[in-house]
C-alpha cells in the first residue's frame, strides 16, 4: 500500500515530462488515464411487440445473458438408426417403418435402457454450463413425454411407456441448472404439413401428392401441436427456455412466413381456416383462443422462447458451426448454437470436433456479447458418447480457471478484431481475449478514458503482468504467456471504476407535469433502468416535461433517451439546473429531424436537476420516453473496432 501511494504521486509530479507510467507486475497502482476520450456504452435492447405479444424485458432475459454457455440435447427414435435426426426425412422411412426403430428388438431399436438424466446435467455442470435444452419433439413428430393427442407419436406407449420429460426437468432442476424444452410443430408423420391447403402439394420424400383431404389432415397435426404444448408448458413445472425450431411449413419460407397456419402469437383468429378444437387449445380470461405463445406466457410469464414459431422471439438464433465475426451483436440477445457431433442427433460415423475448433467457435462468440449452446447427441440407449463427453469435459476446465471473463460479462466494450482478440467486461474490469491469429505476448489496449489502471493480470496463472499507461490512456501490456492456452490467452485489466460509463440517473427522484396515471405510466418509469415500461404524458399535447433530480451538482457529459416508438420524430430540448428554477439550455433538438427511437446527446455541464421537454409531436404520438439515462464520463454510442 505504501509503495502505491509513493508510486502515484511520484507519477503524478512527473506527468509532464514523461507520455507513459510504468509499473511492475503485480503493482497496485492506479495510472491516471486521458480523461476526455470517450468510451463506448453498450446499445439499448428495447423489447418490440409481434402479433400482440411483447418481447420479455431485460430483467427476465438476463439469466440467458449471464450464463453464456448451455447444453443443447438431441435424442429420439433418430438415435437407434444412428444417421441424425433427419434420417426419417433422407432415407424417406414411412411412419410405419419408422415406428419400428422404437418397438422392434434391433441393433437400431431405441431403448432407452440406459437413459440416465442426472449424468446429463452432471455433464453438463461439468461443462460449465448453466442451462440445458432438451428435444422433446423433432420433426419426426415422436415426444419423448406420453402426448396425449390421439394421433400422437409418443414415449407413452408400448414398449417404453416413460414420461423421459418429466425425469429431465427433474434432474436438470436438482443440478442448480435452468430447464429448456426443445419442441418442433414440424411433423412429417402428416401428408398435410406438406399441403395445407389441399390444394397444392409441395415435393416431399414420400411422395405425398395433392389431395383436398390433407387440409383436415393438418388442422389434426395443429391440434395435436397445441395439445402438446400445453401439456409442456402446464405439466412440469417452470420451465426457463422455449426452444421452437421449424415453424416454417413444407421446408419453405421462413418460419414468419406460416404465420397465417400455426397463429403463434397472443391470440387466434376465430375465422382462422384451421380452428383449433376445443379442449386441445386455451383461452384468456376474457374467452379469446389464445395463439401458441399466448398460451406459454400464460402458464409461464417468465420464459423465453427463440424465433422459431414464427412470432418475432425474445432472442435471436445464429445456427451452425461458423465461427463469429464482425462486430458485438449490440440491441439484442443472440444465441450461437451448435453442434460437435457432425449432426444433431447421433450419429455413429460422425467425427468430434477438435477443441480447438470449439474454443474458436466459442470465445468468438463471448467477444461479441452472444450466448452459446453447445449440442450432444446421446445414442440410442440414452448414453452420451465419450468423445463428446470428453470434449465438454475439457471445456469445462477452461471454465473453471477463466469463466469469471466469460460469465455474467458482455462483449466489449470495444468491438473484436476478427481472427486476433475481442474483450469482454463486468463492473470494473475487462478481460482481453487473443486468439490464435494474434501474434506476440505484447498487446496494446484502445484508451481506457477517464478510468485508472488498477491491476493487470494473466487471468489463468493470477499473476501481474507488466503495462504501461499511455498519455493518449491505452494501456500496453508484456510479457504475456501464449503457450499456457493458445486457444484464448485472457489478460484482466481492472479500473478504478466501471469500464462502461454508467447512468448516473437510474434511481433517482423523477416528476413530471403530467402523468398517465392510470396504466402506471409515471415518471419514475423513465429511470427505472428498465426499458420495458415508460413514462407519458396524460394527454397527446406536446409541451410536457420530465426532470430527474440527480441528488448534487453533477459534471454532465450528455443523455440517451429511448423513446416509446421508433420511426418517430420527437422534438425535444435538454435542459440543466443547479437548483431547480433557473434552467440552461444543454442540448436543443427542437428542431430535428432524427425518428430513432433511441437518441443520444453530448455535452459538458454542471448539474444537479436535468429536464426534458417535448417541444413538438407528430399526429397521435405523445410525450413518452422508456428510458431516460444520464452520464458523467465521457461516452460513444457507437462500437468503434480498436486502432
Given at each position: 500500500m505504501h509503495e502505491s501511494i509513493?508510486?502515484?504521486?511520484?507519477?503524478?509530479?512527473?506527468?509532464?515530462?514523461?507520455?507513459?507510467?510504468?509499473?511492475r507486475p503485480g503493482a497496485a497502482l492506479a495510472a491516471k488515464a486521458a480523461p476526455a476520450a470517450?468510451?463506448?456504452?453498450l446499445p439499448l435492447r428495447v423489447p418490440q411487440v409481434d402479433q400482440g405479444l411483447e418481447q420479455q424485458p431485460d430483467d427476465k432475459i438476463a439469466w440467458l445473458q449471464d450464463a453464456k454457455l448451455g447444453m443443447f440435447i438431441h435424442w429420439g427414435v433418430y438415435s437407434g438408426p444412428a444417421k441424425g435426426e433427419w434420417y426419417m426425412h433422407d432415407a424417406a422411412v414411412t411412419p410405419a417403418n419408422y415406428q419400428k426403430f422404437v418397438t422392434d428388438a434391433t441393433s437400431e431399436q431405441f431403448t432407452a435402457d440406459a437413459y440416465d438424466p442426472a449424468a446429463w446435467a452432471q455433464l453438463a455442470k461439468d461443462f460449465g454450463a448453466r442451462y440445458t435444452v432438451l428435444t422433446t419433439r423433432h420433426h419426426d413428430g415422436f415426444a419423448l413425454w406420453p402426448a396425449g393427442q390421439p394421433n400422437a407419436f409418443n414415449a407413452g406407449q408400448a414398449p417404453l411407456r416413460r414420461d423421459f420429460v418429466k425425469d429431465y426437468v427433474a434432474a436438470v432442476r436438482a443440478a442448480g441448472l435452468r430447464v429448456g424444452l426443445y419442441y418442433s410443430p414440424i411433423n412429417w408423420r402428416y401428408p398435410g404439413y406438406y399441403d395445407v391447403y389441399g390444394t397444392n402439394c409441395a415435393k416431399n420424400p414420400w411422395g405425398y401428392t395433392t389431395d383436398p383431404a390433407h387440409k383436415e389432415n393438418a388442422r389434426v397435426m395443429k391440434n395435436e401441436v397445441y395439445?402438446?404444448?400445453?401439456?409442456?408448458?402446464?405439466?412440469?413445472?417452470?420451465?426457463?427456455?422455449?426452444?421452437?425450431?421449424?415453424?416454417?411449413?413444407?421446408?419453405?419460407?421462413?418460419?414468419?412466413?406460416?404465420?397465417?397456419?400455426?397463429?403463434?402469437?397472443?391470440?387466434?383468429?376465430?375465422?382462422?381456416?384451421?380452428p383449433v378444437d376445443t379442449g386441445h387449445g386455451e383461452t384468456d380470461a376474457g374467452g379469446r383462443p389464445l395463439g401458441l405463445m399466448g398460451m406459454v406466457r400464460k402458464h409461464q410469464p417468465d420464459i423465453v422462447a427463440t424465433p422459431r414459431s414464427g412470432?418475432?422471439?425474445?432472442?435471436?438464433?445464429?445456427?451452425?458451426?461458423?465461427?463469429?465475426s464482425g462486430a458485438i451483436r449490440t440491441g439484442k440477445?443472440?444465441?450461437?448454437?451448435?453442434?460437435?457431433?457432425?449432426?444433431w442427433g447421433y450419429n455413429s460415423s460422425a467425427a468430434v470436433m477438435s477443441y480447438s475448433e470449439a474454443m474458436n467457435i466459442l470465445v468468438n462468440c463471448w467477444v461479441r456479447n452472444m450466448t452459446a449452446i453447445v449440442n450432444v447427441g446421446p445414442d440410442r440407449h440414452g448414453t452420451v458418447p465419450a468423445a463428446q463427453a470428453d470434449l465438454l469435459r475439457r471445456i469445462g476446465t477452461f471454465m473453471k480457471a477463466c469463466g469469471s471473463s466469460v460469465y455474467s460479462t458482455r462483449g466489449g466494450p470495444w468491438n473484436p478484431v476478427d481472427g486476433q482478440y475481442g474483450f469482454t467486461c463486468k463492473d470494473n474490469t475487462f478481460y482481453i481475449h487473443l486468439l490464435p491469429g494474434y501474434s506476440g505476448t505484447s498487446f496494446t489496449t484502445p484508451?481506457?478514458?477517464?478510468?485508472?489502471?488498477?491491476?493487470?493480470?494473466?487471468?489463468?496463472?493470477?499473476?501481474?503482468?507488466?503495462?504501461?499507461?499511455?498519455?493518449?490512456?491505452?494501456v500496453t501490456i508484456t510479457g504475456i504467456d501464449r503457450t499456457r492456452h493458445p486457444e484464448d490467452s485472457i489478460v484482466a485489466v481492472t479500473l478504478d471504476r466501471s469500464v462502461r460509463p454508467a447512468d448516473i440517473a437510474v434511481g433517482k427522484t423523477a416528476t413530471a407535469d403530467s402523468e398517465e396515471i392510470?396504466?402506471?405510466?409515471?415518471?419514475?418509469?423513465?429511470?427505472?433502468?428498465?426499458?420495458?415500461t415508460r413514462w407519458c404524458a396524460a394527454d397527446g399535447n406536446a409541451g410536457h416535461s420530465l426532470k430527474v433530480d440527480l441528488g448534487?451538482?453533477?459534471?454532465?457529459?450528455?443523455t440517451r433517451i429511448a423513446w416509446e416508438f421508433d420511426n418517430t420524430r420527437y422534438r425535444y430540448r435538454i435542459e440543466g439546473s443547479a437548483n431547480g428554477t433557473t434552467w440552461t439550455t444543454l442540448a436543443d433538438l427542437t428542431g430535428t429531424t432524427d425518428t430513432s427511437q433511441v437518441q443520444t446527446a453530448t455535452f459538458s455541464a454542471q448539474a444537479r436537476y436535468v429536464r426534458v421537454t417535448v417541444t413538438g409531436l407528430p399526429s397521435g404520438a405523445w410525450a413518452s420516453i422508456r428510458s431516460f439515462e444520464i452520464y458523467d464520463r465521457p461516452f460513444t454510442a457507437g462500437l468503434a473496432i480498436p486502432a
Open positions: 509513493n508510486r502515484r504521486s511520484v507519477l503524478t509530479g512527473m506527468a509532464a515530462l514523461t507520455a507513459a507510467t510504468v509499473a470517450p468510451l463506448p456504452i395439445e402438446s404444448i400445453k401439456e409442456l408448458v402446464s405439466q412440469y413445472g417452470k420451465i426457463d427456455d422455449l426452444w421452437w425450431d421449424g415453424g416454417w411449413l413444407a421446408e419453405q419460407g421462413s418460419d414468419a412466413d406460416a404465420k397465417y397456419f400455426w397463429e403463434p402469437g397472443q391470440l387466434r383468429d376465430t375465422s382462422n381456416q384451421w412470432w418475432m422471439g425474445d432472442y435471436a438464433i445464429d445456427e451452425g458451426g461458423s465461427i463469429p440477445l443472440t444465441e450461437k448454437a451448435f453442434t460437435v457431433c457432425g449432426s484508451s481506457v478514458g477517464d478510468a485508472r489502471v488498477t491491476s493487470v493480470h494473466d487471468l489463468a496463472a493470477g499473476a501481474g503482468l507488466p503495462y504501461q499507461v499511455g498519455s493518449d490512456g491505452k392510470s396504466p402506471g405510466n409515471l415518471a419514475a418509469k423513465a429511470v427505472d433502468g428498465s426499458t420495458a448534487s451538482t453533477r459534471s454532465l457529459t450528455g
